[in-house]
């Protein structure tokens, strides 16, 4: 009989880059109750139920953000969030009008039971979403998931009929279940070789039956079959359906959808390996690495939302601009945002910019003659010289 760990769990500092970037691209969406944000949309948004305000969304979200970059431990995390939210206002019970009712009721806003639910919850559901994306790029050296118990004194115990389940990284098993499957829920996977999975005894078999039991969401009506055992809204793989989003937008599916779809999956792509490898000259074709505004949209006459990063751009960068480096490209959508626009010709912008360390950047972007794509041309550091010397030259549209 396995031992049940002692309940002393703590995060290990310095997460993996996937699982920094799952948190640090999702988007940020107020909602009213937690049932209002479903399932696969918490991969692709951060949300906390009564955080209404975006200040207060954006205070959150940066304290959890910082307590996954550097493992800070909840007790931290909760001394240095509790002063900025009670300033604010966002502490204790309050009266709220129910967006969707149009009911008074009373409110719980910020608490230290509270804290401790949006800390763990969003810090385990990364965790799991960055494991779940590293496991589809070395699966064949490591094929396998074993579901195992957490460090909890007591288990539900429909998860602990879990504990030791093998089954392929693969399998749609994990579409549902791959942990935390619930609040509260410490379970976990581990990614095992092909020799160790046999090693434990794993034959083949496919996953087991599961009972499905109705629930229904009373915000929306709607009812669904959800796993017994797992808590309604945990039924989902948040890894997948970011993986399933890149897809869409590699696909040009996204060209229609709405932009906050498409910038969540623009940066994925540019902290993901194909990005990486396309920027080091090791990947041909074209990605799509932004979002371009509705204005330079409209300034270009594109058909396309999308700024496309091809092999000729990376390979002109590593020829000109040796220093730059695959993060440094993290800034384009900013700059497209909020940098000067600079009309060189009636298919180029000029994009500048000077970014928090008081450096200045240009971007180069380009349609191509049929309209129906926007490709960046160039990208590099410039001086304050060259930067002035180019707005004394070109036509403004945004300053």
Not at 137 to 148: D, H, V
Not at 184 to 197: L, N
Not at 230 to 255: C, H, M, Q, T, Y
Not at 276 to 283: I, L, P, S, Y
Request: proline share 6%.
């Amino acid at each position: 009989m396995a031992l049940t760990p002692k309940a002393n769990f703590q995060f290990k500092k310095e997460p993996p880059e996937a699982v920094k970037s799952f948190f640090a691209n999702k988007g940020l969406k107020p909602s009213f109750d937690y049932r209002d944000i479903w399932r696969n949309e918490h991969g692709l948004n951060f949300t906390v139920a009564k955080a209404m305000e975006m200040d207060i969304l954006t205070d959150l979200r940066d304290a959890v953000k910082l307590s996954l970059d550097h493992g800070i431990p909840y007790s931290q995390f909760a001394k240095n969030i509790t002063p900025i939210l009670k300033k604010k206002g966002w502490w204790g019970k309050a009266h709220m009008i129910d967006p969707l009712t149009g009911d008074l009721i009373t409110a719980q806003l910020g608490s230290p039971r509270r804290l401790k639910v949006i800390y763990r919850a969003n810090i385990r559901s990364a965790r799991a979403a960055g494991q779940f994306q590293r496991a589809n790029a070395t699966a064949r050296a490591l094929p396998f998931f074993i579901y195992e118990l957490g460090p909890s004194e007591n288990h539900r115990p429909e998860h602990q009929k879990l504990n030791g389940l093998i089954l392929p990284v693969d399998d749609k098993f994990w579409d549902n279940f791959l942990p935390p499957n619930g609040w509260g829920c410490k379970c976990r996977v581990r990614q095992i070789s092909a020799v160790e999975a046999k090693s434990r005894g794993y034959t083949g078999s496919g996953a087991p039956d599961i009972k499905l039991v109705d629930w229904q969401n009373k915000r929306t009506g709607e009812i669904e079959k959800i796993p017994l055992g797992i808590d309604p809204g945990w039924n989902s793989n948040p890894g997948k359906s970011r993986l399933i989003n890149l897809d869409r937008f590699l696909a040009g599916k996204l060209e229609s959808q709405p932009v906050n779809l498409a910038r969540i999956a623009s940066r994925d792509l540019l902290s993901s390996w194909k990005f990486k490898e396309m920027q080091a000259g090791n990947f041909k074709g074209q990605i799509p690495i932004a979002v371009l505004p509705k204005i330079l949209k409209d300034e270009l006459t594109s058909k396309s939302q999308l700024l496309l990063f091809s092999q000729y751009t990376a390979k002109k960068g590593l020829k000109k601009h040796q220093d730059l480096k695959p993060d440094d490209y993290l800034k384009i959508q900013n700059m497209l945002d909020h940098g000067e626009v600079i009309k060189q010709d009636k298919n180029n912008l000029i994009i500048q910019m000077q970014d928090s360390d008081q450096k200045y950047w240009r971007a180069v972007i380009k349609k191509t003659q049929n309209r129906q794509e926007v490709f960046l041309s160039t990208f590099h550091r410039i001086s304050k010289y060259d930067r002035q010397n180019r707005l004394n030259k070109g036509d403004i549209l945004r300053k």
